[in-house]
């Protein structure tokens, strides 16, 4: 097995732990934790047998399973920035509502 199989393997099983740890604490939702026991599932099974992305790659039409994953990956990584960015301006109009209910809760009580 090549040093970066085992270096795969080990980063599928921290994506599980990372991900059972988030269930555990609920710091994540749902749908964050299910991504990431499918990233480290296929993640492990294509460091273990990796003719299988190769096979995939064939049917596709791309030349090897490198590259097939490098076309999957970016635009999902694409998809969770904007994700990402909507839930920071969500957080963002949520953050300008809570200060300016206080600014005016201050406001009226530094006026009695």
Same mark, same amino acid.
């Given at each position: 097995?090549?040093?970066?199989?085992?270096?795969?393997?080990? +980063?599928?099983? +921290?994506?599980?732990?990372?991900?059972? @740890?988030?269930?555990?604490?609920?710091?994540?939702? =749902? =749908? &964050?934790?299910?991504?990431? @026991?499918?990233?480290? &599932? +296929?993640?492990?099974?294509?460091?273990?047998?990796?003719?299988?992305?190769? @096979? +995939?790659?064939?049917?596709?039409?791309?030349?090897?399973?490198?590259? *097939?994953?490098?076309?999957?990956?970016?635009?999902?990584?694409?998809?969770?920035?904007?994700?990402? @960015?909507?839930?920071?301006? =969500? *957080?963002? =109009?949520?953050?300008? /509502?809570?200060?300016?209910?206080?600014?005016?809760? /201050?406001?009226?009580?530094? /006026?009695?």
């Amino acid at each position: 097995m090549k040093i970066i199989s085992i270096i795969m393997i080990l +980063f599928g099983l +921290f994506l599980f732990i990372m991900g059972y @740890y988030n269930r555990r604490r609920r710091t994540l939702n =749902e =749908e &964050f934790i299910l991504l990431s @026991y499918i990233t480290g &599932f +296929f993640i492990i099974l294509f460091s273990l047998f990796p003719s299988i992305i190769s @096979y +995939f790659a064939k049917l596709t039409g791309v030349s090897r399973g490198v590259d *097939l994953l490098t076309y999957i990956s970016i635009p999902l990584l694409f998809y969770l920035v904007i994700l990402l @960015y909507v839930k920071i301006g =969500e *957080l963002n =109009e949520k953050l300008t /509502k809570i200060v300016r209910e206080d600014a005016i809760n /201050k406001g009226k009580r530094s /006026k009695k």
